[in-house]
């Protein structure tokens, strides 16, 4: 119940403050219409004849990276109105509070990543392996956020106010999304470049997606395993976030 009760003011939050919904889906939003129309006709020649369902995926992953980054904004803006110090004291267990705040941002997430869906629509995307990867894809996503809010409300912990966390931020999702294959294909990349965006574990995430958006593939295996990889960075973004909270209430 305190879960829910969490989660249902952390909503209010958000409503209260849409303009964070606003900003962080804007720069997706415009990658997908404007990035996409341009660099589309480029790419024709090396065999992707619809780059916007190409490129989806991973801006399915830099809108989850958004939503998150922003919820992290609301400690910072809790403890300016005291509400932080309050909801500590209350006789509320840690990871409940930690899960009320991860939830709300995976509910952000999923609105933005069904607008981008919508909007795909009009650029003859379409979901390729049907209703079933309509359900990966939402598995997917939701462990995707889980990880990054998780990850988010622990640096926002660690850090001393917003204008630090907004810069390693963007230090932290910039390098994980242009070293992905997010905006091109992996087969053209050679050298340390082909090294780095293997071992960027948002390059399979991402990979997944576009198999069961644009090609239409559900391999067991490549699924499986991006689950699984998840689940482990979910299990330690949300340790690592309880153990800072702890720490928030011992100083």
């Excluded at 644009?214 to 976030?241: E, Q, R, Y």
Aim: aromatic residues 12%; hydrophobic residues 55%.
């Amino acid at each position: 119940m305190d879960v829910f009760t969490l989660l249902h003011r952390n909503i209010k939050w958000r409503f209260h403050n849409t303009f964070t919904i606003a900003m962080t889906i804007l720069q997706p939003m415009l990658w997908l219409v404007l990035y996409s129309a341009v660099a589309g006709q480029s790419m024709q020649g090396v065999g992707i004849e619809n780059y916007t369902a190409f490129i989806l995926p991973g801006l399915i992953v830099l809108v989850s990276f958004g939503a998150c980054s922003s919820s992290g904004i609301m400690n910072y803006l809790m403890k300016t109105d005291g509400s932080f110090y309050r909801i500590l004291i209350a006789p509320v267990k840690r990871n409940s509070i930690v899960l009320g705040q991860i939830l709300e941002a995976v509910l952000c997430t999923f609105l933005e990543v069904a607008i981008m869906f919508i909007v795909s629509l009009f650029f003859g995307v379409k979901i390729a392996s049907g209703w079933i990867g309509l359900l990966l894809i939402v598995l997917i996503v939701f462990l995707t956020a889980f990880f990054m809010s998780g990850l988010t409300y622990a640096i926002s912990l660690c850090l001393p106010n917003e204008v630090v966390y907004e810069t390693v931020m963007n230090a932290v999702v910039l390098p994980i999304f242009f070293l992905s294959t997010a905006l091109f294909p992996a087969d053209t990349l050679s050298g340390g470049l082909e090294i780095a965006v293997k071992l960027n574990p948002f390059t399979h995430v991402i990979n997944a997606l576009r198999d069961l958006i644009v090609k239409g593939n559900i391999v067991t295996k490549d699924i499986l395993l991006v689950f699984m990889l998840l689940a482990l960075m979910c299990c330690i973004s949300f340790l690592w976030a309880i153990r800072r909270l702890k720490k928030e209430t011992s100083l």
